[in-house]
């Protein structure tokens, strides 16, 4: 019931810095918990950082540390990603993702929803 859509997206170099957001509708009110995930071609889905709907729990896959931030505004059911000094390895499908509990967790399982995946491509 619940429509995640993704957006911001695009083609960088490296360096640059891309704001990733994804909008949620629908019965948004059940989801406590939101995260981003990416996709490279020919590779696992991974993890990429989730929070809490109060953004007291925040977790940070270690290969964007201090490079990404998640952030979430409730009031327009709307969760960002900010993406900065990009490297080409951060080339992926992003996707974001949400779970009908207060609790942080780092598998694809663990989330009820999905949107389609916006592509990031950092050129060298």
């Known amino acids: 019931q619940v429509h995640l859509v993704e957006s911001g997206g695009g083609l960088v170099q490296a360096g640059d810095s891309l704001r990733l957001s994804c909008a949620a509708s629908?019965?948004?009110?059940?989801?406590?918990?939101m995260a981003w995930f990416r996709q490279a071609p020919g590779k696992e889905r991974e993890f990429v950082t989730a929070l809490k709907w109060n953004g007291d729990s925040t977790d940070y896959a270690d290969s964007v540390k201090g490079r990404f931030t998640i952030s979430r505004d409730n009031a327009k059911n709307t969760m960002y990603l900010q993406m900065n000094s990009l490297k080409p390895e951060d080339t992926a499908v992003y996707y974001c993702?949400?779970?009908?509990?207060?609790?942080?967790?780092?598998?694809?399982?663990?989330?009820?929803?999905w949107g389609r995946g916006t592509q990031v491509t950092v050129s060298s």
């Open positions: 629908g019965r948004t009110f059940t989801t406590y918990t």
């Open positions: 993702a949400a779970r009908d509990s207060y609790t942080v967790v780092t598998t694809q399982r663990g989330y009820d929803y």
